[in-house]
């Protein structure tokens, strides 16, 4: 989508200091209890040089120290060298072990086994969605292998925001054991990220899964995160009808019916696999 809604009126969803106290040492805490209760002895973060996986690392290594936590860094033709830069910086600043790799073979190989034609990146639906959301598999699959070999948890980096509307792949990014800052939405993201220390440059940088070239998450969701946060709280997690919330942002109604209609499409991501309820 070319046109970006904006709330003529967002709802501040800013955290207090305490606030952000508390939740830092939250997810701290829960990290700490999830590699306890698994044995395990290393969290594996897939790096990509945003704001949730840096945030993520930052807190990992408040809880665990560097030495438990392991980096990878799985850049394609389409990820910009910009933020591949950024995430092995992360990685330094830290001081984690942390491994690049390349996963366009990984997804040539599918491809071609698929009888899809190689070396052409599609750029039209579905075909575009189906080889983006096979690169994000294909980088749960390496984030497993490591943790495998490690006695390691794949430490997931999704928010509130995301979660909620599906902006995510299912057994791909979506494919972890665990999600620390899954609590807050984007923009209380952003406020943690500054308070962990996370470079100013990474916090205020446009959002990108990079499945392919030149995407970004506020054209593919048609608003910016600040309304999509406000949408949220007022109306999936909060009281108020389509109406009520469109009049409270200043903006129109099919923005609100989009994000519900994002929300209410995606509900089998955030749950197990059905199955049959057993016979009596």
């Known amino acids: 989508m070319t046109d970006i809604a904006r709330a003529e009126s967002p709802l501040d969803l800013s955290l207090s200091a305490a606030e ?20 395990a002895e290393v969290a594996v973060i897939g790096l990509s040089g945003g704001i949730d996986s840096t945030l993520t690392a930052h807190l990992a290594v408040e809880a665990l120290g560097a030495e438990a936590v392991y980096g990878l860094v799985l850049p394609a033709s389409v990820s910009s060298t910009e933020n591949m830069s950024d ?14 790799v390349e996963i366009d073979p990984l997804v040539e190989v599918v491809l071609d086994v698929a009888g899809v034609e190689t070396g052409v990146h599609p750029e039209t639906d579905p075909l575009r969605t189906a080889v ?9 699959v390496l984030s497993y292998f490591a943790a495998n070999r490690r006695n390691g948890l794949v430490v997931g980096t999704g928010n509130r925001s995301e ?44 959002a990108t899964a990079e499945l392919w070239a030149d995407q970004t998450d506020e054209g593919e969701l048609g608003m910016d995160y600040q309304t999509l946060d406000s949408v949220l ?42 199955g049959p309820e057993p016979l009596p």
């Not at 057994?171 to 990220?193: E, F, M, N, S, T």
Request: glycine share 8%; with cysteine; net charge neutral.
């Open 20 to 39: 952000l106290a508390a939740h830092r040492e939250h997810i701290t805490d829960f990290l700490a209890g999830q590699m306890d209760a698994a044995g």
């Open 87 to 100: 995430a092995e910086q992360v990685a330094a600043d830290l001081g984690i072990e942390h491994d690049v």
């Open 132 to 140: 983006g959301n096979l690169r994000a598999r294909l980088r749960a």
């Open 163 to 206: 979660a909620l509307v599906g902006y995510f792949t299912k057994y791909g990014d979506g494919a972890v054991d665990c999600h620390p800052i899954a609590a807050l939405y984007k923009g209380q993201v952003r406020q943690l990220a500054r308070r962990v220390g996370v470079p100013e440059a990474i916090v205020e940088k446009p």
């Open 233 to 274: 709280a007022l109306h999936v997690d909060g009281p108020l009808s389509v109406t009520a919330t469109a009049r409270e942002l200043g903006i129109d109604a099919a923005t609100v019916e989009r994000v519900r209609t994002l929300y209410e499409a995606s509900a089998h991501k955030r749950a197990a696999p059905p």
